[in-house]
């Protein structure tokens, strides 16, 4: 059953960018554990894809998912390194109309105790009709270090961008 926050229950969207798994080559890992995560921290998985690392039809799939009225997050696994095909930092920011730069930064500062690959996530986070989008990067461990970082602030994120104003800091 999801969280409610004053009638607010997250509904998210998984998105996982990898030409492998989009071509059935590889197991979507990261996305299952990501949709995991996500319905222990009381969220509503309203859709999950597999989508290849080209930018055009993950910044597509974007727009159209933010723009579902029952959405409010939509979560990226993969894409975000340095290799020539790693493209979901480019396409999400073709897409949102705001960022929200202290996820990323917190996920990477955090999990660089961990791995000193952190410094190459190039993940980026915003907001777009009123739809928080994350992108984590593709590894199944990185996604749970990942998550642990910005978990604690979803609920609260998701409950601001409703206009629901609550205790903390705004």
Do not use: Y
Request: aromatic share 2%; hydrophobic share 40%; proline share 6%.
């Amino acid at each position: 059953m999801p969280i409610e926050i004053r009638g607010l229950v997250i509904r998210a969207v998984v998105i996982t960018v990898s030409d492998a798994s989009s071509r059935g080559e590889r197991k979507d890992e990261s996305g299952e554990i990501l949709v995991q995560l996500l319905k222990d921290l009381g969220a509503e998985i309203v859709a999950q894809r597999i989508l290849s690392d080209d930018p055009d039809p993950l910044a597509d799939a974007l727009r159209e998912f933010s723009d579902w009225r029952n959405v409010n997050l939509i979560v990226t696994t993969g894409g975000t390194g340095f290799s020539p095909r790693d493209n979901t930092p480019e396409a999400t920011l073709t897409v949102i109309e705001r960022e929200a730069p202290g996820l990323a930064e917190a996920m990477r500062m955090e999990t660089l105790k961990n791995t000193p690959m952190a410094m190459i996530s190039r993940g980026v986070c915003g907001i777009r009709s009123g739809t928080l989008i994350i992108n984590l990067p593709g590894s199944p461990k990185a996604v749970k270090e990942s998550f642990a970082v910005i978990a604690p602030v979803l609920n609260h994120a998701i409950s601001l961008l409703a206009g629901q104003r609550g205790g903390g800091i705004h």
